[in-house]
């Protein structure tokens, strides 16, 4: 696979799931600030994914309100710290179908932050 990935994919209101898995994307700013706005996606994994630049966007922390699960693994040089990635999990919870997160051979650096322990579900 070459280039970035669309910026409109997530515009289809059937699409619950995306996958990248064992890919590369040189000099692509991989995941597009548009996905934050999808109403349908539920279910995140990139696995791998390298030759990408620049981190999770920040309007995944508070978008994305069909978000059950997020799984990021071995993708170390994403640039977000352990308490940007807990934003999902605080956002996540607001949601009665918020599942988990999972975060594997990222070498987060960071605190929990104390709002973590006091959301619900």
Do not use: H
């Amino acid at each position: 696979m070459a280039g970035a990935l669309g910026a409109n994919w997530t515009a289809n209101p059937r699409l619950q799931k995306l996958t990248f898995a064992n890919i590369s994307l040189p000099g692509s700013t991989f995941l597009p600030d548009a996905w934050a706005s999808s109403t349908s996606l539920a279910w995140i994994e990139l696995d791998n994914v390298t030759g990408t630049v620049g981190g999770l966007p920040v309007s995944w922390g508070t978008g994305l309100p069909a978000l059950r699960v997020l799984i990021i693994s071995r993708m170390p040089w994403l640039v977000p710290t352990l308490p940007e990635y807990c934003a999902f999990i605080i956002q996540g919870s607001r949601s009665s179908t918020f599942e988990g997160i999972a975060l594997v051979g990222m070498g987060l650096t960071g605190t929990i932050p104390p709002a973590l322990f006091s959301a619900t579900k």
